[in-house]
């Protein structure tokens, strides 16, 4: 896929970065890397266990390592990178997205609204009061992702009502169209 230009995809838990990537990936012929992933193989957890079976500090370490080598090799490849956003507060990770962009490469957030994100976390069924105000808590997190995507992203796509690949069709129109990249 020489020659194509590389596709980060972040956003919040539950935007769709994992399986947006891989539908877009399949409409490019392009490879897909998954930050999630390999992050987890890299600490030797399950994907679904990796930021609870690691010390969070650790967790955050290897991502941001591994982050850093993904963005390189979808940068190489021409591939789509799912990023998500955990690794957002990294300056590293910033700064090499910014410069992917510079490359002519396209950083898109996807988002969704709190209900369809707390929906696809399991965040929707009846909670314990012993849990507190994790609905708060959830929402407090996903504004501040989503500002960090926002200003990190050269396009942003609402995936409330689309399914992946509905989600990696708007981004190869958005990619098309003249303009719709700052």
């Known amino acids: 896929m020489s020659g194509a230009a590389a596709i980060v995809l972040i956003g919040p838990p539950g935007a769709g970065c994992t399986t947006v990537a891989r539908a877009l990936a399949g409409m490019r012929g392009a490879?897909?890397?998954?930050?999630?992933?390999?992050?987890?193989?890299?600490?030797?957890?399950?994907?679904e266990l990796a930021l609870v079976a690691t010390p969070e500090t650790e967790?955050?370490?290897?991502?941001?390592?591994?982050?850093?080598?993904?963005?390189?090799?979808?940068?190489?490849?021409g591939g789509v990178l799912a990023l998500g956003s955990g690794c957002l507060g990294s300056q590293r990770v910033q700064a090499s997205l910014a410069a992917l962009r510079g490359q002519g490469g396209a950083v898109?957030?996807?988002?969704?609204?709190?209900?369809?994100?707390?929906?696809r976390n399991g965040l929707d069924a009846p909670r314990s009061v012993a849990l507190g105000t994790i609905h708060h808590e959830f929402t407090r997190m996903l504004r501040h992702r989503e500002d960090q995507c926002r200003r990190a992203a050269s396009i942003v796509v609402d995936t409330s009502d689309k399914n992946p690949a509905g989600a990696a069709g708007a981004i190869m129109t958005l990619l098309d169209t003249p303009g719709a990249r700052p």
Do not use: F, H, K, N
């Open 31 to 47: 490879p897909c890397l998954d930050l999630g992933a390999e992050t987890a193989a890299r600490v030797g957890a399950a994907e």
């Open 59 to 77: 967790y955050r370490r290897v991502e941001e390592a591994t982050a850093l080598q993904l963005i390189e090799g979808a940068r190489r490849s």
């Open 108 to 119: 898109v957030a996807l988002t969704a609204s709190v209900r369809r994100l707390a929906t």
